[in-house]
Each structure stands twice: as C-alpha cells, then as structure tokens.
C-alpha cells in the first residue's frame, strides 16, 4: 500500500497555488468567518439561543464553523497566526462547556430541539459529527493542544455506544455521509482502532437496512439502495456519494478489504467515464443536487457542485494509495484547475456553490408571466453569503491542503501526481529526502524535479492531456532511479488543442471545448459579445496565448466567425453563408463570472 | 374589409385534408366523445351529480363538450349524420333543461359550487360561455335548430346585464379569453348588436383595472398587463392570448377601430418575427404554458400546445381581413401541416397536448434519485384522455373547418390563401362563381384553380418558402384577371432545403431544418437509431425523396456522418475525425411519435 505525503511535509513556494494560498489566508478565510459572525453561526457556539430570537441555529452550522476551523488548522500549521488560533481556541472552549455530559456535541440538536437528538437520519447530526473531528485532527496536528480533540474522542466514544453498543438510535447509518471518514482520521491520530471499527460499521450498514425515506426521495439519494460493496455506479446527492466513497476508500485501505476496494474502483471508473463534466465537475441536476444516468451531463443546467468537484480529488486521490495509477491523478488535475478552482472568485471574496458549464442571462428572464420556473438555472454570479454554506469553508480548508495531492509513496517509490513549485521533505530509512519541483505549471509544463538527501526511485505521471511523452511508462506513470543531486527535467509542451466529448454526451454534440494543458477554457460575453453559440472557431487557425488585460490570467484568442447582423433577417429563412471573421477570447474557466452577468461558454463550435 | 369565405362553401375533394377530415369524421369524433363519455364530462350536463360520487365535474368540462359539439356542427354542415345530430340534440335538451331560470349556465358553478358563481375571475366561466355559444352558432348554422342558440342568447343577455348593465360582478374580464369571439360570432349570426358590444366591452376593460393575481402568476400572465390597445408584444398564457387576439380583430373588423387593428397587427408580427417556433407552435414556457422573451425558442422544453397553435391560424387568418398581406397565410400554413397537425395521431386516437420540437427519451429519466423534476419535459407519446382536455376536442372542430383557411374576398377580389383540392362557391352580384382547386398539396407544389360561373380577379398567395416565382406580387400574391371557365396553372417546385433560424435563437444556432415546401421534416431514433445529435447532414448531397414504408407518409433520406462508434473511447478527448457514412431519413414533423417511444430532432447539424 502507499502512503499519501501530508501537506505539512510540504511548502508550496511559487506559482498558481502559492498565489491561491496566500488568498485564502489574506481575503477567503476573514471574509467567509465574517460572514459566518453575520449569519450567527459563530455566536451559535455560546448555546444561548432562545425561542424568539433571531438567527436561530440551523442542524448543519456546526459543519460549516467546523469546515472553517479545520481550514484554519491547516494555515497554522504552515504559518503561526496568534490571532486566528485564538478565534479557534475561543471556539474549541464552548465546544467543551457546551458539550453534554454524555459526550453528545450538536448546536441545533441541544439549544432548539434537545428532544429530537438522533431522530431523524437526514438532520445532518453524524455530518457534523464527522466535521468537527476532521477540525479536531486537523487542530491537533497544527498545534498540539489535545481539548478539541479530546471533546471529538469523547463524542465519537457516545456515538459508538449508542449505535453500535446500545444500538438505540431508530436509524442506522447517516443520511449525509461524512462521520465515515472522518473517524479513520480520529483513528489514524490516535491509533484508537474501535474509531476505524466504528467507520466499517457505519459503511457496512448502508443499503442494508429497509428505510423510511421522504416522500420526495430515493433510497439511492443516499446511496442505500444497495449494500456498499454491491454498488458499482455512483448515484444520489453528489457531495453524499463523495464523502462515502472516500470513507470507503479508507476502511479499505486500512482493513485491506478487497470488495471494498473493487467497489471504489467501479465506482470511480464510472463518475470518470460516464458521470463527469470535462471541468471535474459532478451532479448532473439540481433536483437532488444529484447524479443521474451515464452520459447526462447537460451544460445549462448542470449542477456541479463546489463541494462534489473537491469531494471527488479526495476521492481520487486516496485511491491512489491502492498503487500509483494516472486516472486517478488526471481527475484529481482535471478538479483542481477547471470544477473546483472556478468556485471561488479572483478575489477571494464570493463563491459558487453551482458550477455552471454554459451561462445564458436571457434564459433566466423567460419565466416574466409566473413565479414558477420551468428550468432550474444555476446563478450566474458568486454570491458571498449563502444560506447552506457548505462550499465557502470547503474552500478554505482544501486550498490550504491542496499539497496533500502531490505525492505517495511506498517504502520504495515515491510517486509525483501533481506538479507545484514546492519543496517536499520526505522521511525514507532515518534519512530525510528532499523532493523540489521547479515549475511554472499550469503556465506552462516544464517541470524540473531535484532530489536531494539521498537516492530514490521516483515515477512521475505524465499528465493524460500531453501525447508527446517518448519514454516508458507503466499505468501512466515515468520511472526514474534518482542519486542524490539528480533531478529529472520534463516538459509537457501545452498547445491549445479542441476537445470532443463521446457522442452519448448529446449536449456536447457537434461542439468542442478548448484545453491548454489541464486547463479548461472558456468563452464570455465580458469578451466576445452576446451570442456565444453564433460564434464558429477556425480549427485551422493558429491560438495566441497572452494575458487578459482587465484579469490578469491567461487568455487565447483564435480566428472565429459570426453571423452578420440583419436587423431585418426574417425568423427562419433558407441557409446562409451570411458571416463575418472575428476573434474570439477564450479565458480559464476557472476566471469566469468575474465581471458582472454575461453569457459563458464551455463547448464550441468549431470549423 | 375581406371577407372570410366559410368553410361551408367548400367541400374538400380529396389530397392531405380529405384524409384527416375523414379521419376525423371516422375515428376522432368518437374517440373524443368516448373519453368524455369515460370521464363523466357527458352525463356531467344531466346537473344530477351529487358529493360523494365520482367523476366530480370540473369548470372547464362545459368547454371540452362544446367544443366537441361545435365540431360535430361543422360535419353535420358538410354530411347529415342522425346518430351524431341525435347526440347533440340530446345535449341541447340538457342544456335548455338545466340553464338557470335567469340565463346563467355552467356545470361546475351549478352542482358543486353554486354559492361561487362568477367569484373567482380564474375559474373560467366566460371561457365556457364562449364555447358554448360558438358551439350554438355553429350547430344552428349546420341544422337550422334554434334551441341552442336562444339558449346561449339567454345566457350572453345575463352575462350583459351582471357585467355592465348591473355591473356587480367582483372581476371585470375573463381570466382566460374566449368570450370576446364568441360574442362576436353570436352578433354576426343574430344581427344583435348588443353581443358585439358586449365583446368590445370585454376587450376595452382588459388591463385597466387593477387586479389581484393569485401569487404565483403576473398580470402579463392573463395579458392584463396594459390596457389592449397599448400592447404590442404577445405575453403570458398563449392559448388565452391568442383567443384574445382572435377577439380583438374581430372587433376591430367590426368596428372599424384602427387602434386595435394596429395592436393586433403589432402583437402578430411579434410572434411571427420573434416568438414563434419553426413548427409554427407558440408558448415556449410549460411554466405558466406561456410566451416568454424575444427568440427564447428552445427545443426540448418548448410548450407549444396544439390549442395556441391552432388558434395562431385562427388569428393570423382573421388578419387577412384587414387586406391581404402572405405574412399572415403564410403562418396560417406554417402551424397546419407541422405544430398543429403533429398534435393528432395518424391513426386519429390519441392527442398531443404539447408538441416538443425534440425529444430525449434518456432526458427522462435523468432524475432517478428523487422525485421532483430539474426540467419541465413534454410527454413523448400521444394520449387519448387528458384531464386537461381542451385541445382534442380543438381538434375536433378545427380540421371539420379547415376550408375557413382557403380564401377570402372583398367584392373586387378573391384572394386564395392556401392549397388544397377543392370546390368552393362564391356568390358574386347574383352569380355563383365556382373556384376548383386541383392540387395535391403538399405533396408537391403543382396547383391549378379553375373559374367557372362568371369572370373574377383573383390573387393567388406565393408561398414565403418559394423563392422561384418569376410574375409581379403585391405582399405576396399574385393577382390574375380570369374569365369565365379560365384557369391559373402554377407550379410551386418543392425541394427540400436548409433552414436557419436567426443568431439570436441560440438552442437553433449551428443548427438547420429541413422543409420541403410547407412541410417540416424531422428526423426519429425509430429510423436513424439513438444519439440524433451525433448525424451530420451532408449538405452536398442530395434528397431522396420518398414514401416512408411503414407509416406511409413521404420521407427523405440524405447521406451523413456519425460517430464510429468505439466502446473504449474516454469521455473526453482530442478531436478526432473518426465519422462514418450513414443514410439519415426525416420524415414530416407531423408523423413523429407514432412508434413507441423514441428521439426526435427538427434542428440538425450539417456540414
């Protein structure tokens, strides 16, 4: 098995996710704590709501303080901050007096319906749980102060006797899945095995058990319709599905569970063959936030969540641990520039919770005679406040992490999935090696890897976007027996190049997007004008690849071709050839809906 | 003023609409009447319902059976039939037996809910009042009988004295408009002057009063947005617009009122330059079955119900009579032989209610994880019962009338506006003047009009989509002097071609239609197997045209290119050119969906 190199062996020194780093500690991590302070969430940890009041808790704000604490966690452990460890230690104070004697921690569940404790499976209870041990861990290993962690040991310990022990509790698994993972990690850092025993336990019951769901769901919206081993597709809430099959992943990695592996596998092939947007992105609709069937991946109304495009890197990138395989890594690449990075603005400030893969401002003022919609669109605009906040504080506790992506290794080779300029110290027999990439990726792909420290066995992936790699390659990955000193020196040419989805994928039909290296471009009206749909790319023509003026990202541009505007062109008329040459703009996804409303454009077409 | 020549002056001697009449006569009529017989909406007019038992009458059903019997008049009008006479007579008895003693008639606001009459301007009592009386006019037209039509002349006396003469009625207009036509064929018929006012009355007061809109809708939603004479845009509900329109140019005809002529003439060109389908189908919202924004025309999610398509015609040739102008006619043709005629079966059983312009089985089954819908999608087969049954019997009376569409004239001149074989008499100064047509269109375009009984000047419309006429036209008809016995010979040579839609239709963008002459194609998964988007038309290749082998309606088959299909293809990847020839069949757009569930596409790409 390999090991994932934590985050906190590495130091991300330049380039795109240095910059993105040092964002979220300057702008996304005060604004979306403010926001939190706005919405009453972060006074929701005193315990003092009553009846009457406003702002009252909601069962799933303990998440969203906890995702930002554990987000917090990872920064201190790069850099000290007296001040935002304070704003935690604060935190982790009412966690303890407020924590009930039995160990039972949840805001709503104590303060406005102490009755209802372990009622109902879809109140998000377990969620929350496994939340606030992911910041738990995560505080732990920033600081080494134990009392959060010790509150969530505590917890955990109420949670295995009144599920497992006592077996009392009239549900039997988690509507929203989380706890699963998040106990592996409470027993990764404490070694406490009945934690990891707690995790199985919870996987192994779902889909087992006949349950009461709402009358406007499936079992299969939280994955239980089947026993887990038994699945091999992934259905239901996206950002659920997620969540357990990374805890999944996990139990099998560390139980060695075959069956449970073999389910990942199928179950990653399919979101990575049949359910994904060219961006990473996943949940094809918005009723359900949900995948649907194989290849339905509609552009307009495409839900892609911020949360489910990070949810699956993770996925991804634990199943790596089952043996170095560049799918993995491609998808986790393929999330981390296009689906997840477009969910927050260049800013830093607002989010998308929905990732759209095409905007049109027209199709959202067609319902003017009812109140009704006929389509659910996604907004067009990153908003800073939102009412379920789970995706701002995902943002800031997996940018900060974000290194946790680029290596594994297994006591012989030391695996390169991802390509930042950073420093990365790595313990191999008593001896630290150090691994440095030298890149300016995504700019461009050259990428020098040095080892210092001592000899290694390193495989690099070679990303599957570039064609042009000469040498060997086992499962996507380029072997090289580093000495000391050495380093390797790769170059992974970027040119633009027009991508085709399969012809099942009826809404990329006839259209292409356009990539450079693993990142997506797209079309704006902020550009190009309206009607982005009129506008024909020259396949002949050459890109030119330079700086957007207003900003300040990558831009191409490439010969186009638009429909002469006839004021009096009649509705439908005999074809034409009525059209004149102009350039198109194309930006990174990830820089749309940075400058107002404007139509966005994923899939062109192209001549 | 023209004058529209009634359909009882033709009779239909064979070709497209000798066919459906037939059909109609034979199998429609009795289909439609079985399902009301089924539902209860017959022995609804016995008035013995009573709570507690089934088949609870609805305040629409009134409508839906005097529909049926207006349609059943024009056949009698055409052809004696005892048994159906016999039907309506017995209805008519019903009627008179159980109107009110001072006038009132309706179902719904006598049995169940008397303590609402004329509470609720929503509850569509003057709807049903106006088919009623059109029902009653066309019956005494037919046969001669009274009954009927002092019946509903009681009724429109109440109707005038609660809405103007004691004017304490709680609403001024009709919800959904009808009434406004109705009254005015009620006037023609009777001479009764106080019916057209009653209707002008109506038409006036919409838009001028404040009004309380249940929650979920705007005013635009009932066109009550602005007074009617100040409306130039069609909004809202489209089947309740178009029987507005319909109104309002009758009053304008009869009145001479060039305010609202110029109103009607603004909102036609409206929809016919910016809101119309290629189907000629209208309403491209199901939310609020509405008219939306300027070239908001997408495919998959169009409304289009066949009542606002068939009342488009209805409009547009009610417009003919301000002067002849081929605009008009030749949207009359464009909704018979595509967005109307879709909405029956080939074999005359079953109805469609919304007639989409593409369909996508897969799109269906998308939200498998709960049971809400991300997408408003129209059913994919023809029904024979709906509770909301307006449009079948709209069936039953329009094609028993489709001769009103042939011509008009104004004394000097008679204009003929559409193509089907045919006799029609004329009176002209004491003379009868008989107009033939010999013609097989739509078939092809070859069309002879023979005069007979004295000299006349006719003017003969070119249609739009002909581009081949070599003579003089004034907006768009050809004009010939003929005498006695001559005969026009033309040849309006169809072959299929291309259609765009303008730029600003973005879900038609990079798209085309084929049209042979009036007749949309399309293409269907039962011909061309799944993934329609994935055919490449092959613009240099030429049309075959044929006779479809199993529905025996004509077809076109044309080369094209599809996907190789390759099972181990990634979802995405570098453009390929990995296409292979096939032969793609379209057959008309009006014999889709009568094999079982399939894809169907109108808009294709072609290279």
Known sequence: MHRTVDFSQTRITGGFWKHKQALVRRVTTGAVYDRFSDTGRIDAFRFDWKPGQPSQPHFFWDSDVAKWMEGVAYQLAQKPDARLEKKIDDLVDLIEKNQCEDGYFNIFFTVVQPEN???NRDWHELYCAGHLMEAAVAYYHATGKRKFLACMCRYADYIEKRFVIDDDVPFKTPGHEEIELALVKLYECTGEVRYLNLAKHFVDMRGRDEIRMPDWMDASYSQSHAPVREQRTAEGH????????????????????????????????NVANK?????????????????????????????????????????????????????????????????????????????????????????????????????????????????????????????????NLLYSEDGEVIYVHQFMQSVTTIERD??????????????????????????????????????????????????????????????????????????????????????????????????????????????????????????????????????????????????????????????????????????????????
Chains 1, 2 share one sequence.
């Open 238 to 269: 996206a950002v659920r599905a997620m969540y357990l099959y990374c805890g999944m992943a996990d139990v099998a990695y560390h139980t060695g569970d075959g069956e449970l592996q073999a389910a990942c596998e199928a179950i990653f092939d």
């Open 117 to 119: 404790r372990f009622t």
């Open 275 to 403: 359910r994904m947007y060219i961006t990473g992105g996943i949940g094809s609709s918005g009723a359900g936030e949900a995948f649907t069937v194989d290849y339905d991946l509609p552009n307009l109304i495409s839900y892609t969540e911020s949360c489910a495009a990070l949810a699956l890197a993770l996925f991804a990138n634990r199943m790596l641990r089952f043996g170095a395989d560049s799918k993995y890594a491609d998808v986790v690449e393929r999330v981390i520039y296009n689906g997840f990075m477009s969910s927050l603005s260049l800013d830093g400030k607002s989010f998308f919770y929905q990732n759209p893969l095409e905007v049109m401002p027209r199709m959202h003022k067609r319902d003017i005679s009812v109140r009704h919609r006929s389509v659910n669109l996604p907004p067009m605009q990153r908003q800073e406040v939102f009412a379920c906040s789970c995706c701002p504080p995902n943002i800031v506790r997996f940018i900060p992490s974000i290194a």
């Open 430 to 607: 008593g001896k630290m090696l150090v691994l440095e990439q030298v890149t300016r990726y995504p700019e461009n792909g050259k990428v020098k890897i040095k080892l210092s420290g001592g000899d290694a066995r390193v495989a690099v992936r070679i990303p599957g976007w570039f064609d042009g790699y000469k040498g060997e390659t086992e499962k996507g990955y380029a072997y090289f027996d580093l000495r000391n000193g050495e380093e390797i020196d790769l170059d992974f040419t970027m040119k633009p190049v027009f991508i085709e989805a399969r012809p099942e994928v009826v809404f990329d039909a006839g259209r292409y997007a356009v990539m450079r290296g693993p990142v997506l471009y797209c079309m704006e009206g902020a550009d190009n004008g309206e009607l982005l749909r009129d506008i024909t790319l020259d396949s002949r023509a050459r890109f030119k690849y330079g700086k957007h003026a207003v900003l300040g990202v990558p831009q191409l541009s490439v010969r186009a071709w638009r429909t002469v505007r006839e004021p009096n062109a009649p509705l439908y008329r005999q074809k034409t050839q009525n059209k004149e040459k102009v350039d198109a703009i194309l930006i990174p996804y990830y820089a749309f809906a940075n400058r107002g409303e404007s139509e966005m454009q994923v899939w062109h077409f192209v001549k």
